[in-house]
């Protein structure tokens, strides 16, 4: 099946409906719209569950947890998984009026429901497909897809090039050689990242980060906007990632445009002396070695994750 997605103003995320029960509603929602499984006829509460979701910005969500039928884009109603309805949720989460719940791409056997975790639904829906993959496809300023149990048509040029994904890992974590800077020479760095639909940023270690805004004139660190920033008329290098295994042999990198990497110009309501300054699409991770691949990569891909082979594919378009 396929199912259309929706970039937000800069691509700051990418939304697709999802529909559950016998009246459409969402995952879990974050408070825009309420989530009443009382008014659909297939959903039972589990006794007792609940769930509790902490992100590593501090936002949280928490609520009660129902079994209903699920389905996407022009794939039917079908899966029977556990939905979390979301009670109580932070004020970050409720803020974003298009949004309204968020969906894991993540292989999941562990999830903060309790007392008796459920099961990922991708394990409940990957066989249900005629194929165990599915794909992403951003695009900057155009038409967005996700495709479920098939690549697509049309999607992509070139080979695919597939890594296997790290041993053990429960989400879609890849390993890197290094990083390159406008073209310039390889600096060598093992990395190990998460491929994130739900980040919008590229998230690194701070040393790679403040090397990158090194070749941008202007940039510094920015407290109000907690980024780094630049003048938007600057010019922005590229940003290239090294594959550290390729199981197809035909490619070696991936490259990010340095025009993806200027995210958009930065809200300042106190001054107007910053005004046409870009927070940038590379950003320092949080929590040091939890680096994320985020949408500022896969607008520059065609994207494949395999389920069964657990491999993600990367191919030009």
């Not at 958009?264 to 940038?280: K, V």
């Not at 950003?283 to 040091?288: F, G, L, R, S």
Request: charge should be negative.
């Amino acid at each position: 099946g396929t199912d259309g997605v929706t970039p937000q103003q800069n691509d700051a995320e990418h939304l697709f409906p999802v529909s559950i029960g016998t009246r459409p509603r969402e995952f879990w929602v974050t408070g825009q719209t309420l989530c009443d499984p009382k008014k659909s006829s297939t959903s039972k509460q589990i006794a007792d569950a609940t769930f509790n979701i902490s992100y590593i910005d501090g936002a949280v969500c928490s609520g009660d947890v129902y079994l209903d039928v699920v389905g996407f884009g022009n794939l039917p109603r079908s899966v029977t998984h556990a939905i979390e309805a979301a009670i109580n949720v932070s004020q970050d989460l409720t803020t974003d009026a298009a949004m309204s719940g968020i969906f894991g791409f993540g292989f999941g056997t562990y999830n903060t429901i309790k007392p008796d975790p459920q099961p990922s639904f991708f394990k409940s829906f990957i066989p249900t497909l005629k194929a165990p993959v599915f794909t992403i496809d951003l695009k900057r300023n155009g038409i967005e897809t996700l495709n479920f149990g098939f690549l697509g048509y049309n999607a992509w040029t070139g080979p695919i090039t597939y890594v296997p994904l790290i041993n053990g890992a429960e989400d879609w974590v890849a390993g890197f050689s290094g990083y390159t800077v406008a073209g310039s020479g390889i600096h060598q760095l093992e990395m190990y990242a998460t491929i994130d639909s739900g980040t919008g940023a590229i998230l690194l270690d701070k040393n790679a980060v403040d090397d990158y805004y090194s070749h941008i004139s202007g940039a510094w660190y920015d407290d109000f906007n907690k980024g780094k920033v630049f003048p938007c008329k600057a010019t922005v290098p590229d940003f290239t990632l090294h594959l550290s295994e390729d199981m197809t042999n035909t490619r070696k990198n991936l490259t990010i445009p340095g025009d993806y990497l200027r995210w958009g110009e930065i809200s300042t309501p106190f001054s107007s002396s910053r005004r046409g300054n870009c927070l940038g699409g590379i950003q320092i991770a949080k929590e040091p070695g939890n680096l994320i691949l985020g949408d500022m990569l896969l607008k520059s891909v065609f994207a494949v994750f395999d389920v069964g082979d657990r491999r993600i594919g990367f191919a030009d378009k």
